[in-house]
């Protein structure tokens, strides 16, 4: 056996060893009456049969870099890919001939990944291709769960080399509804017990007092008949005197009982495209003086019902909610100066959170129970113990008042529909005639036609989008 046939065996005994533990068959691309049927698609570290229908006495490849050739015969050649990207195989006859030019193209090795992708999403139909060295992922996908799981296996495979074309599916706008709602109760009682007494007479004269009685002029006013002012205006007052002799007494009870209650309620509705924040603010905006070197500047501060989130459609209809929801007011109790300007406090509740819910479950996101208890005693000291007549030297204060605020958050898939189906609030007013105004006293007309079979529908129905 000669050294030429010796080496011709090794190589086709490599070839068809390395074709066997190959995890797919060997591809062949046949070159017929001189000409190459298609490009040669190699995956790289694999290997592809050439074979020729002419025999060939040279061969050559442009960039050994990108694949390497051997031959197996006088008809066949072993290509095997080395690196990713775009080389010639030119094949010559003994004469010196050009048999043909041979495009050959070496990719990466997706059949693995494609595999592996069907086992872990199956029935998604995502398209897998490759570009230069990458992997380009394309198709519609049922969720952006799914879609991400392709993206984290094609990373494995193509580390910063995936481009992403696919596309998801179904319903991917979010509608959320919030509903602030807190009441407030407050409870305020008061007592104040006032007494004083006096003596006049040739030889001199003097007064005491406690409470409103303890100012000797006021105890002067109410004894000759007259009004006094005190701190608690509004209370219910009761007042007696009498005198013994030089000795004139005077008794004030001055009682007070507050009850109040406050409601508040907001409703703000917001719809985004899935994994884009959106923003709502229903209020205004407070200017403040904020001094700088120039003198006085003026900044202002929103307040109102403040609403940010940002929905993910993870799987389905699993919506995943980044909120931001906040409702702030004036508070005119509290207030500095500066400058000569007041400027006022405000009462805000806030909440940020992430959670993850249905379409069309609710979570209460956010609570506060608060209780507040004052309870004040001012007395003459020794005297207001004594039992039973201590009260007239004594004045006590209760005070009480609760709060409760709830947060609760509902998302819906949803999907825009026709204009005409939908109703404003403004279509169920029309502005009156001259007649209607001045001879019926309508000051808001019937809508009539279709705007007002449309104006009649309940307030309460799905304004701007239809529900799933």
């Known amino acids: 056996m000669s050294m030429k046939t010796f080496l011709a065996a090794g190589v086709l005994g490599l070839a068809l060893s390395t074709a066997a533990h190959s995890p797919?068959?060997?591809?062949?691309?046949?070159?017929?009456?001189?000409?190459?049927?298609?490009?040669?698609?190699?995956p790289m570290n694999r290997a592809v049969v050439?074979?020729?229908?002419?025999?060939?006495?040279?061969?050559?490849?442009?960039?050994?870099?990108?694949?390497?050739?051997?031959?197996?015969?006088?008809?066949?050649?072993?290509?095997?890919?080395?690196?990713?990207?775009?080389?010639?195989?030119?094949?010559?006859?003994?004469?010196g001939r050009l048999i043909s030019n041979v495009d050959v193209q070496v990719t990466p090795d997706i059949a693995e990944f494609k595999e592996r992708l069907k086992q872990i999403l199956?029935?998604?139909?995502?398209?897998?291709?490759?570009?230069?060295?990458?992997?380009?992922?394309?198709g519609t996908v049922s969720s952006t769960a799914k879609m991400d799981r392709a993206l984290d296996l094609a990373s494995r495979y193509a580390p910063d080399r995936v481009s992403n074309l696919m596309v998801v599916g179904g319903t991917q706008q979010v509608m959320l509804k919030v509903r602030f709602a807190e009441m407030q109760r407050s409870v305020a009682k008061s007592l104040d017990a006032s007494m004083g007494f006096r003596t006049s007479g040739t030889d001199g004269g003097g007064s005491i007092g406690s409470g409103v009685l303890a100012?000797?002029?006021?105890?002067?006013?109410?004894?000759?008949g007259g009004s006094i002012t005190s701190t608690n205006e509004a209370a219910g007052r009761m007042g007696l005197g009498f005198n013994v002799g030089a000795l004139e007494f005077a008794v004030l009870l001055e009682a007070l009982e507050s009850k109040g209650m406050v409601r508040t309620l907001a409703e703000p509705n917001l719809t985004a495209l899935s994994?884009?924040?959106?923003?709502?603010?229903?209020?205004?905006?407070?200017?403040?003086p904020v001094p700088d070197n120039d003198g006085i500047t003026i900044e202002y501060k929103p307040f109102g019902v403040e609403l940010n989130f940002t929905p993910v459609v993870v799987d389905g209809d699993i919506i995943n909610l980044t909120i931001n929801a906040a409702v702030s007011s004036i508070d005119s109790?509290?207030?500095?100066?500066?400058?000569?300007?007041?400027?006022?406090?405000?009462?805000?509740?806030?909440?940020?959170?992430?959670?993850?819910?249905?379409?069309g479950e609710s979570f209460a996101i956010a609570g506060l129970l608060q209780d507040d208890f004052r309870d004040l005693k001012d007395q003459v000291p020794w005297l207001g113990d004594v039992p039973i007549l201590g009260a007239l030297f004594r004045s006590s204060e209760y005070q009480r008042s609760q709060s409760e605020l709830v947060i609760i958050v509902t998302p819906h898939l949803v999907t825009p529909v026709r204009g005409e189906a939908l109703a404003l609030p403004t279509d169920r007013v029309r502005i009156p005639t001259e007649k209607e105004l001045f001879l019926y006293g309508d000051v808001a007309g019937a809508p009539k036609g279709a705007a007002g079979e449309v104006a009649r529908q309940d307030f309460s129905s799905s304004y701007g989008y239809v529900m799933e």
């Open 275 to 288: 994994g884009q924040e959106a923003k709502f603010l229903a209020g205004g905006e407070y200017p403040i």
């Open 215 to 224: 100012d000797g002029s006021k105890l002067s006013t109410y004894l000759n």
């Open 24 to 42: 797919a068959p060997a591809e062949v691309l046949r070159v017929m009456r001189g000409q190459a049927a298609d490009a040669l698609h190699v």
């Open 333 to 359: 109790t509290t207030a500095i100066e500066a400058n000569g300007l007041t400027v006022n406090a405000f009462r805000r509740r806030e909440t940020s959170t992430t959670v993850e819910m249905r379409d």
């Open 122 to 138: 199956p029935g998604e139909p995502i398209e897998v291709r490759t570009a230069n060295d990458g992997i380009v992922l394309s």
């Open 50 to 95: 050439v074979e020729s229908d002419v025999p060939f006495a040279e061969l050559s490849i442009a960039n050994p870099g990108i694949a390497d050739i051997s031959t197996l015969s006088d008809r066949s050649i072993y290509v095997l890919g080395k690196a990713p990207g775009r080389t010639t195989l030119t094949l010559l006859s003994a004469d």
